[in-house]
């Protein structure tokens, strides 16, 4: 079913059309039109249907997609129905505020550990929290393969060896430092490019 | 100088150059060839002129690009360089985190207040926070054109629309609401979305 050569565009509106689905199935619907997904997200019905045709397609003329059924595919082709394990380092503000009000199971993982070179609590939210010194360790007896990386970003680099070292998959990286690696896969929120791009917008308007 | 219709993927590319630039700009270096930029970004040298060229080219042939000259085109075309008044609403964990750590002027924004519905410390690292009930009246005042949301998803149109009817420009958006509305600039931080992303990417991997 799965197809090759997805482009990062349509890839980047599955999660707004799993999220849109999934609440649809909470509510009980069972089924919905392109149309009606087209009002609930900001894409014509055309794209939607081209988008969801791109992994094989659910719908059928006349009926439109079974909620459910959709709900599942979409969880199956992003891989979010796995709980893929996952690390933090960096409990600062911002890795604080992830573990105490992030729904990371939602997204697909699920947090085992936190990490930091001073550990003031050694838990928060049920996450333990370790010492740096034991993330080696760690990762050697639990292989996660997801890291959430919220540090400065002198130590980036460091970071990325170990787990490409240790076979982790992905990084999730909320450091100023753009990480592109062949041999991991990294996704990076950087809040200034965010908001120097609105800052454009504003101007331009 | 400036051209319109330069595409939406040249924009999000901008801050990259403009942060490279300013390190070089910091560390007192005063050119710098598009191959030099090549090494310290992950674009070809090629599409670094190409897309420096949209905004006039600043280059030139065996000289490179002077790099305190670039720096400053580059703070003018993203508009950085004005400091825009700036609100936050929500001084929850990510709102506090960004109130605490986030440096919104290099970025282009004065952050000049901070409100919600309950407030527990009349400031944070120097930025007074109010109560809700004074925003309106803050706004007529003091006239901010950006408002960074951090509350939860429900009341976002709320907020949307007094943002709209008081001119405020632009929304740097923490909510999981998603806003696309022609009457005011956005920029969607999902947390979400960007990780189902990533999950998405492992399982590709």
Chains 1, 2 share one sequence.
């Not at 680099?157 to 909320?174: P, S």
Request: net charge positive; charged share 20%; with cysteine.
């Amino acid at each position: 079913m799965m197809e090759k050569n997805i482009s990062t565009a349509v890839i980047k509106r599955l999660p707004r059309y799993y999220k849109t689905i999934k609440e649809l199935a909470v509510a009980n619907i069972t089924r919905v039109s392109s149309a009606e997904l087209a009002g609930r997200l900001s894409f014509t019905a055309s794209k939607i249907r081209q988008d969801l045709n791109c992994f094989g397609g659910f719908g059928q003329q006349g009926y439109g997609y079974n909620v459910a059924y959709l709900c599942n595919e979409l969880e199956e082709i992003l891989g979010i129905n796995k709980g893929i394990p996952a690390i933090l380092i960096g409990t600062g503000n911002i890795g604080t505020a992830l573990i105490n009000n992030f729904d990371f199971l939602y997204s697909g993982f699920k947090l085992i550990a936190g990490f930091d070179i001073r550990v003031f609590n050694d838990n928060i939210n049920n996450v333990p929290i370790y010492n740096a010194s034991e993330l080696e360790r760690f990762i050697e007896k639990n292989k996660p393969k997801m890291a959430v990386l919220t540090v400065p970003r002198n130590q980036v680099q460091k970071y990325v060896k170990l787990f490409i070292k240790h076979e982790i998959k992905g990084v999730w990286n909320f450091t100023n430092e753009y990480i592109q690696n062949p041999d991991i896969a990294a996704e990076n929120v950087n809040f200034s490019d965010s908001l120097m791009t609105l800052c454009y917008n504003i101007k331009e308007k």
